[in-house]
């Protein structure tokens, strides 16, 4: 079974230009999630989505941030325009419905290292 | 407001050793509390998980330690292994059928052979 898939890997972009992430997820998990890794520290959750409503999206930053899941499965995660404190690695997570009685476990994609100049 | 504290910050053991990597948490709403193991490039990965209604979890060399009262959990590494190398995180969760994780900072346990 593929893992949760992310593209690009690695990008680098000159500050105040814009920049898209995607995620497609592990097939069947209804829940979706976007962290924020900075160097030396743990996950922030910036948003998370149940199929394709957006269930909290408290933490991330509206004015240049914006996310979207059309359709439930894949997520794009977009930034424009960027800014040199927004390098850090972006993971994107996954999870079953946990209603249905599944796994509450997230599963993680190797994340888009993003470094802006 | 850091949530969840992690000590240490990095740790060095030998190879059969024990690894021992400590979190506290603030807020009694938490719910579970897993670790995850991260390489580098790579996404974080569940390693173990514990609910509070059990003080003790074990899975191969992998046991959690949970002290409720305390609002403390830690992770043991048995017989730690060089491949154990890696970044270990704590978190904790709560909110329902779908957990939104804090994470600690991390921990960069190195194993020498």
């Known amino acids: 079974e593929a893992g949760v898939v992310q593209s690009p890997r690695y990008k680098i972009i000159e500050k105040k230009q814009p920049v898209a992430f995607w995620c497609n997820p592990i097939?069947?998990?209804?829940?979706l999630y976007w962290y924020l890794q900075n160097l030396g520290q743990g996950p922030e959750l910036l948003i998370r989505y149940e199929n394709e409503e957006a269930v909290d999206d408290s933490q991330l930053p509206k004015d240049r941030f914006s996310a979207e899941r059309l359709k439930g499965v894949d997520s794009t995660l977009k930034i424009q325009p960027a800014e040199l404190g927004d390098s850090a690695v972006y993971l994107c997570?996954?999870?079953?419905?946990?209603?249905?009685?599944?796994?509450?476990?997230?599963?993680f994609g190797p994340g888009t290292r993003l470094t802006v100049l | 407001q850091q949530q969840v504290k992690q000590s240490p910050q990095s740790l060095i053991v030998q190879k059969g050793g024990i690894s021992i990597i400590n979190c506290a948490y603030e807020n009694t709403a938490f719910d579970y509390f897993p670790w995850y193991q991260q390489f580098p490039g790579k996404g974080p990965a569940l390693l173990i998980a514990?609910?509070?209604?059990?003080s003790e979890k074990k899975e191969g060399r992998f046991t959690i330690s949970f002290n409720k009262s305390a609002k403390q959990f830690s992770l043991h590494i048995m017989d730690s292994q060089p491949g154990d190398s890696a970044t270990y995180f704590c978190?904790?969760?709560?909110?329902?059928?779908?957990?939104?994780?804090?994470f600690g900072k991390g921990t960069l346990l190195t194993v020498n052979p």
């Open positions: 514990i609910r509070p209604d059990v």
């Open positions: 997570a996954s999870s079953l419905h946990g209603d249905r009685g599944g796994s509450n476990e997230q599963f």
């Open positions: 978190a904790a969760g709560s909110g329902g059928s779908n957990y939104k994780l804090t």
């Open positions: 097939s069947g998990h209804n829940t």
